[in-house]
């Protein structure tokens, strides 16, 4: 039953990932979690950056963005890197968006990774493309997770397991 779930935790203000929170949390009574600046956003009910598509990635994200409108999703409590929510372990990975987080289990090396990591051609890779607010720091993000040596990398679009 929806009155299992005690908390929604969210890695970063992409409606595909926060859309349908408000609704789970009025079926539970769930508290909703996210980084501060990711938790502004949703109260706003917008992305906490804006897109940078080029290419292709301009006609996608125009036919597609229009699709994915959320309301205002206010948050309870707000998740800084170093605490422990749940048993996870929340860790600061900017770069996909400015207050994105990620979450491990340590004694599992289970790493909720939200979109910091994309799976591509059966690897992990950090984010790119006009959807990622900065790059290089994407890049330093990826690299910090993967020295945690996940052996379950659980991503927004993705599972991949390691070892």
């Given at each position: 039953s929806a009155a299992a779930l005690k908390m929604i935790l969210i890695t970063h203000a992409d409606s595909d990932h926060y859309g349908a929170a408000r609704a789970l949390q009025r079926a539970s009574g769930a508290k909703l979690y996210a980084s501060t600046l990711e938790a502004e956003a949703m109260r706003r009910g917008v992305s906490s950056r804006a897109l940078q598509p080029v290419g292709w990635e301009r006609v996608f994200f125009g036919v597609v963005s229009p699709l994915f409108r959320v309301g205002s999703t206010p948050v309870e409590d707000y998740l800084q890197a170093g605490a422990t929510?749940?048993?996870?372990?929340v860790l600061a990975s900017p770069g996909h968006t400015p207050g994105h987080i990620s979450l491990f289990l340590p004694e599992q090396?289970?790493?909720?990774?939200?979109?910091?990591?994309q799976i591509a051609g059966g690897q992990p890779r950090p984010s790119s493309g006009g959807n990622t607010w900065d790059l290089a720091l994407a890049q330093r993000s990826?690299?910090?997770?993967?020295q945690l040596q996940p052996a379950y990398l659980c991503c927004g679009h993705g599972y991949l397991y390691l070892s």
């Amino acid at each position: 039953s929806a009155a299992a779930l005690k908390m929604i935790l969210i890695t970063h203000a992409d409606s595909d990932h926060y859309g349908a929170a408000r609704a789970l949390q009025r079926a539970s009574g769930a508290k909703l979690y996210a980084s501060t600046l990711e938790a502004e956003a949703m109260r706003r009910g917008v992305s906490s950056r804006a897109l940078q598509p080029v290419g292709w990635e301009r006609v996608f994200f125009g036919v597609v963005s229009p699709l994915f409108r959320v309301g205002s999703t206010p948050v309870e409590d707000y998740l800084q890197a170093g605490a422990t929510v749940g048993g996870l372990q929340v860790l600061a990975s900017p770069g996909h968006t400015p207050g994105h987080i990620s979450l491990f289990l340590p004694e599992q090396r289970v790493l909720f990774a939200g979109d910091s990591i994309q799976i591509a051609g059966g690897q992990p890779r950090p984010s790119s493309g006009g959807n990622t607010w900065d790059l290089a720091l994407a890049q330093r993000s990826f690299a910090s997770q993967m020295q945690l040596q996940p052996a379950y990398l659980c991503c927004g679009h993705g599972y991949l397991y390691l070892s």
